[in-house]
């Protein structure tokens, strides 16, 4: 019983893992969607990168698009972010990027999606 209760334990821990270093690393803004206005921008690859460091909880936006009536969220800079608790989303965890309340977000596939949509938000998938 004891050995059930440490293996129980165990795999509980692992599910209360700071989520902060699942988005490290570098990051292709591909698509800004969304929003009541329905906006739906493709963005090419590599265009606009965001740079993610956990250990120093910045991101660093690097934008090269020269249309300006195309949506893309950052402008080139260092900005900080947190992952934190927020029971007013339906994920409870959400990303906020340079004090704004970016919304819930969800990696998989090579795929980091930041959802706002509940919102009437935007909805951005990165691409690593």
Known sequence: MCLLTVSLFTSCSKDTEPTTSSVAGKWKLTNVSGTFAGINND?????????????????????NN????????????????????DSEYPCGEIIRIDNTDM???????????????????FRLTLKH
């Not at 596939?109 to 938000?121: A, C, E, K, L, P």
């Open 66 to 85: 020269p249309d300006n009536g195309l949506w893309d969220v950052f402008e080139t800079g260092v900005y900080n972010y947190h992952i934190v608790t």
């Open 43 to 63: 963005i090419t690859p590599g265009l606009i990168t965001w740079d993610f460091n956990p250990i120093t909880q910045t991101v660093t936006v690097v934008n």
């Open 103 to 121: 919304g819930c977000f969800v990696i998989e596939n090579d795929n980091f999606i930041i959802d706002q949509s509940v919102d009437d938000g």
